[in-house]
């Protein structure tokens, strides 16, 4: 079975604080991909990569950056922490075929007072 | 850009109940459907898909059929249990908006269901 996890299910941080979110999956997938969940928005794609070192901007990538500098492991990084990113954090991954289905982490519930 | 429109929740039934939760969806190529699945404290899992005009996704006694002609990909069940209770979400992916991968998800649909 594919395994995608994250770093931490439940995270507490200060405004102004840098924040850094890891992903890992374990099936040699090519894509991976951030979104945040929040209630009456649904999922919004921050960031994804589609190979090592490489990424495109999501529909909202304001406020955070990526870094994939192995082909397993997807970080998100909050550069300073607002109040307004308080949410859910969801990485997927993905196979490079087409129409595959993208396999969800566990989630990671950030709150920044 | 491409859209997926579902319907609002939140949903309660009673076990045993029809479930139906509407999607429709906007895209300018000939896009794959998804349905996903949130269970309580868990990440998204792939319920069911549709790759083309007139195929039905089915699992877990969930069907949708991806139908061209209304551009809908309408979730059902006939008999709705306790376990069922979850967020479902409408999803697509559109080769033709700049890459296969991205999924455009709608915005999710609560459903409870009391024994």
């Known amino acids: 079975d594919v395994k995608v996890t994250q770093s931490s299910r439940y995270l507490v941080k200060r405004t102004g604080e840098k924040v850094f979110l890891e992903c890992v999956q374990d099936m040699d997938h090519e894509n991976m991909f951030w979104y945040r969940q929040d209630p009456g928005l649904g999922l919004r794609l921050i960031y994804f990569s589609y190979d090592v070192k490489m990424k495109e901007k999501g529909d909202i990538p304001e406020g955070y950056s990526v870094s994939r500098e192995k082909k397993e492991r997807f970080s998100l990084i909050l550069e300073s922490a607002s109040t307004n990113q308080t949410s859910m954090y969801l990485c997927?991954?993905?196979?490079?075929?087409?129409?595959?289905?993208?396999?969800f982490g566990p989630g990671t519930r950030l709150t920044v007072l | 850009g491409d859209s997926v429109t579902q319907m609002e929740g939140p949903v309660t039934l009673s076990e045993e109940a029809f479930l139906t939760i509407n999607c429709t969806y906007t895209a300018t190529g000939y896009p794959s459907l998804f349905w996903y699945v949130q269970y309580p404290g868990e990440g998204l899992q792939l319920l069911l898909k549709a790759t083309k005009a007139d195929d039905k996704g089915s699992n877990k006694g969930f069907e949708a059929t991806y139908r061209k002609e209304t551009t809908s990909f309408h979730l059902e069940k006939g008999s709705v249990q306790v376990s069922d209770s979850a967020v479902y979400f409408c999803a697509l992916s559109d080769p033709t908006q700049g890459g296969s991968e991205k999924l455009v998800f709608g915005k999710g649909t609560k459903l409870t269901v009391n024994p």
């Open positions: 997927a991954s993905l196979p490079g075929t087409a129409y595959n289905e993208q396999f």
